[in-house]
């Protein structure tokens, strides 16, 4: 399926969601664990490919589960509507990265609702932080900000806390406000060491080892000191593990964009054509932004012969983010 057929089989498919879908092919007394199974498998598709790979089978098992809470015994039916909510959030995500922001606030409203259903208050609060990352992706520093500050307020897990933090560092980042930034960002460390482990699948990111220094890098970027970002982002891109595609896409053409910016143009345009075939491989509307800028920055040294060579690739990645 093509992006644009994904997106409308997700928008159909939430008209139906609010409807009542179509009744699952699964018993009310049935278990919920070939389900979690089934996330956990759909998280790691969602690292390594396309998310119009990824959506139509989320869309599909919250739909089933979502029957599945309607039809269990009452004792069971928070669980079920937990995990289903998890899914939700997850198809929100998928969809900012095919490039819909309607669709994926759409997703993160109704994960809310349904782990609120079941009893489960963090996802409000990180609904929230969702919203903040859609401005940052915008580039609204104001709203990034205003929004991540909203999350922690209401944030009841220093994990959630912590998230929220690191986006309100980076909306200070894009507002050019270094200082604030960097104390932000101490107070998103002080949250996320502070954080226990939960029930359920992680929310937010999984695949990075320092979560901070990783945004540390990224802001240090947004606030001019190349320098600085070059020195963290090529420490933390090399920790990622192997298999985290999305996050080796996103973070790596992050690295080469701060490298182009400090005048490497030889060594960023190495690091791109590292990097291109695992953006092809993942498609990321997120990543499309940073890639477009790479894109831009190098056309500024179309003589150097690295940018010659790499010209034709980055054209064909570009076209084939947005087709």
Known sequence: ???????????ASAVAFGMGGTRAA???????????????QLRKLGQTTSPSLVLPGLIAQTHSLR?????????????????TARYAEFAGWMAQEAGDDRAAMWWTDKSVELAEAGGDRR????????????????????QAIEVAQLARQNAITDRIRG???????????LAGDYDTCMRILDVAGEHLSAAQPE????????????PVAMIAGWCLHDLGRTGAATEVLDREVGALPEQALRSRARYGIRRALAHATAG?????????????????AVTSATVLTDLRKLS?????????????????????SLHHQTA
Do not use: K
Not at 199 to 210: I, V
């Open 163 to 173: 998230w929220a933090a690191l986006h309100e560092a980076q909306g200070h980042a």
């Open 296 to 316: 831009q920055l190098l056309a500024r040294h179309h003589r150097v012969p690295a940018v010659q060579a790499l010209q034709p690739a980055l054209i064909a």
């Open 123 to 142: 996802l409000g609060a990180y609904a929230l932080v969702r919203r903040a990352l859609v401005e940052i992706y915008r580039h609204d520093a104001r």
């Open 67 to 83: 029957e599945l809470a309607l039809n269990a015994h009452p004792r069971r039916a928070p669980e079920i509507l937990a995990l």
């Open 199 to 210: 029930p359920g699948p992680t929310l937010g990111a999984s695949n990075l080892s320092d």
């Open 1 to 11: 399926m093509d992006r644009r057929s994904v997106l409308t089989a997700g928008a």
């Open 26 to 40: 699964v018993a009310g007394t049935g278990s919920v664990e070939p389900f979690q199974v089934m996330f956990d």
């Open 264 to 280: 490497e143009i030889e060594h960023a345009c190495a690091l791109t054509t590292e990097t291109l075939p695992i953006v092809d």
